[in-house]
């Protein structure tokens, strides 16, 4: 872009951009999300346990169905590529948060195990999920298990993993 702009060849101008002003091009770091240091600890304590739980018991995993929503995006706004930029030499390497704001989006809420996916459904545009949404997308799951997953449920020895979302909490869920 400099060449055409500046009517010369893009060596010349890569020599005068790298060597003369000691700039170099990198791309952002992604990262998913940025965390404070009381959420990285609630996440470290979550996991010690998950995998204290895991030790104890050899079959946990395959009594464990795990669920999450994530937004899905109707395009990816911007690639690593898209957003490299030239820096100077000693420049640390800048970050991006992976997921930013878009203007189609949808969310997916999903529940797997350790054979695979056992229910997933998207959220209809304008449903706010509460816990009342919430308690009818765990029986639609209950649902889905007693189907798909018919020893699970005569046997009642699985639990449900989620995160520690409000919805997820409240009495009637």
């Known amino acids: ?17 790298v060597e003369d002003l000691r700039k170099r091009k990198i791309c952002l770091h992604f990262v998913p999300h940025s ?26 995993f395959k009594k464990s169905v795990t669920g999450d929503e994530t937004w899905c995006f109707a395009y990816d706004p911007s690639t690593k590529r898209q957003s490299a930029a ?26 797997f195990d350790w054979q695979g996916v056992i229910h997933k459904e998207f959220v209809p545009e304008g449903e706010t999920i509460n ?3 919430y308690k009818v997308v765990m029986e ?3 649902n889905r298990i007693q189907r798909v997953r018919p020893g699970m449920c005569e046997s009642g ?17």
């Open 1 to 17: 872009m400099l060449a055409d702009k500046v009517n010369t060849g893009k060596d010349i101008v890569r020599r005068i951009v």
């Open 35 to 60: 965390l404070t240091s009381e959420q990285k600890d609630g996440r470290t304590a979550a996991c010690r346990d998950l995998i204290a739980a895991a030790d104890s018991d050899p079959d946990f």
């Open 86 to 111: 030239w820096v100077e030499e000693t420049s640390p390497q800048s970050k991006k948060l992976r997921f930013q704001k878009s203007c189609v989006k949808t969310m997916l809420i999903i529940f």
């Open 131 to 133: 816990a009342v949404y």
């Open 140 to 142: 639609r799951l209950l």
């Open 157 to 173: 020895d699985w639990f449900l993993l989620h995160d520690n979302t409000p919805f997820h909490n409240v009495t009637i869920v």
